[in-house]
């Protein structure tokens, strides 16, 4: 069995950029406003 050429290269790894520190959201009944204008900041709703 040859499995052939790569379709693809690996030619650099860095590495990942530092995680920044999180929000801890107390849900309080107003939670999912917050998770809402979150995902709505980041333009992902």
Do not use: N, S
């Not at 040859?2 to 693809?8: D, H, K």
């Not at 950029?17 to 995902?39: F, H, M, P």
Request: net charge negative; proline share 2%; no cysteine.
């Amino acid at each position: 069995m040859t499995l052939g050429t790569p379709a693809e290269e690996v030619l650099d790894v860095t590495d990942a950029e530092q995680r920044q520190a999180g929000e801890v959201i107390e849900d309080d009944g107003t939670a999912v406003d917050k998770i809402i204008a979150l995902l709505q900041k980041v333009k992902a709703i």
